[in-house]
């Protein structure tokens, strides 16, 4: 189900930080570890930066040079890569998108404190008592790791540097964690990004070919919760590593599984700072259509299947239904569990848009059945990309919130910045 405990407070959290600093450049006393520290902040469309030259203090050297600025964290042995008024960031290997642009005003470099921090294995909240940003460090990873999977429990002794991925999800995460050497099998279906196609198929995610899984010799395996205990269990006697991992319920899951993959690879690093992205990405989202009045909110349905079969949609305990939401979509199928829909429902819950792969919305057009919605007589059909919101990875932020925004509500797209 929806988070929206955490919603409201990664809101709050959000305006405060913007509010309770002005947009020039000034000291500002900051807890850290619950001991107070200076800082030199500011702020910019929406978000918090912090001076370069006050990171030294965490064992973090700077260095610009023209329009390139790079952190070079010592604690950690990390490097990263920013070039003012760009916000592409290399960390590592791994390359992420952030929704704020590092800036360089008399000098100084600036940049976001909330994903610097985060990145570096902080929690970034905001004490109402004595009105301070607040920097609490975090407990490193180390090995051996233990991943949980409902009742299934995984340890990994080691960073495992082979790996054949039966979902698409976890071959997705693994390249933009910048981990993508590791893979050496997947499913046919793992076709992002485009240099997994170089990798060798192993078949599908149900049915995976296991003498050419053992033929790879992998590190490990790691497969969705269904994978076939067959399977399983042949890899297990065969000595090798296998990791299920259930299916994302919500967007919290998506960023479990993204930590996860990065502590079991020597990646948590650059997964924190992939998550600390995506998180910022979300916040503004929600942020904007916050501002919108609830009747100004449009209904939506999301079609994953349609027709002859029967109707599929994305319920509001999916992860698709809280995007959905949290874009400002009214999910017209939210008191659904799971996945199943009826056309009756669909007919008189008369959403005003539809999206839906192509396929799915050429049914919709050509069959009687769906002529008297709304949607279809107003030619609101939405093609969408199919496995940007059906895999719980990190496009589903990049892409997808984005997407249901410039849809939805255009007057919003250029706020997103990102």
Not at 41 to 61: C, H, I, K, P, Q
Request: hydrophobic share 40%; aromatic share 8%; proline share 3%.
């Amino acid at each position: 189900m929806i988070n929206t405990n955490k919603l409201v407070k990664s809101f709050v959290l959000a305006l405060i930080l913007v509010l309770s600093i002005s947009s020039a450049a000034f000291a500002q006393n900051i807890s850290v570890n619950g001991q107070s520290s200076e800082m030199t902040t500011m702020t910019v469309s929406g978000r918090t930066y912090v001076a370069m030259g006050d990171l030294t203090a965490f064992g973090v050297n700077g260095s610009i040079e023209g329009a390139a600025i790079t952190l070079k964290d010592t604690r950690h042995q990390a490097t990263l890569q920013f070039k003012a008024a760009s916000n592409v960031v290399s960390v590592n290997d791994a390359t992420v998108t952030l929704d704020a642009k590092p800036f360089i005003r008399n000098g100084v470099a600036y940049l976001p404190l909330k994903f610097i921090f985060e990145t570096m294995n902080y929690s970034v909240g905001y004490d109402a008592a004595t009105h301070r940003i607040t920097l609490t460090q975090n407990k490193e990873f180390t090995f051996p790791v233990t991943i949980q999977d409902g009742a299934l429990s995984y340890t990994i002794d080691a960073p495992v540097d082979r790996i054949v991925s039966l979902a698409p999800s976890v071959t997705e995460i693994l390249f933009a964690i910048g981990a993508g050497d590791t893979v050496i099998g997947r499913t046919i279906y793992c076709d992002y990004p485009a240099e997994s196609a170089s990798i060798r198929t192993v078949g599908t995610m149900y049915e995976p070919d296991l003498e050419g899984i053992l033929d790879l010799d992998p590190d490990a395996v790691i497969a969705a919760t269904h994978m076939n205990e067959d399977v399983m269990n042949a890899l297990s006697n065969a000595g090798i590593e296998t990791v299920t991992q259930k299916t994302a319920e919500d967007i919290d899951d998506i960023y479990v599984l993204i930590e996860q993959l990065g502590a079991i690879t020597g990646h948590a690093y650059e997964s924190r700072a992939l998550v600390a992205s995506l998180e910022a990405k979300q916040d503004r989202v929600v942020n904007l259509v916050s501002q919108l009045p609830t009747s100004a909110k449009k209904r939506v349905y999301y079609v994953v299947g349609t027709g002859e079969y029967g109707e599929y949609t994305a319920g509001g305990d999916t992860f698709i239904g809280e995007v959905l939401e949290q874009s400002g979509a009214v999910n017209v199928a939210a008191s659904v569990s799971g996945w199943n829909y009826t056309l009756e429902d669909l007919l008189d819950d008369d959403p005003a848009y539809i999206f839906g792969e192509a396929f799915n919305l050429d049914i919709m057009k050509t069959n009687s059945n769906y002529s008297i919605l709304s949607a279809v007589k107003n030619d609101r059909l939405v093609e969408i990309d199919g496995n940007v919101f059906s895999r719980p990875g990190p496009r589903i932020i990049d892409s997808g919130m984005k997407t249901v925004i410039k849809t939805l509500y255009p007057q919003y797209a250029a706020e997103l910045n990102y």
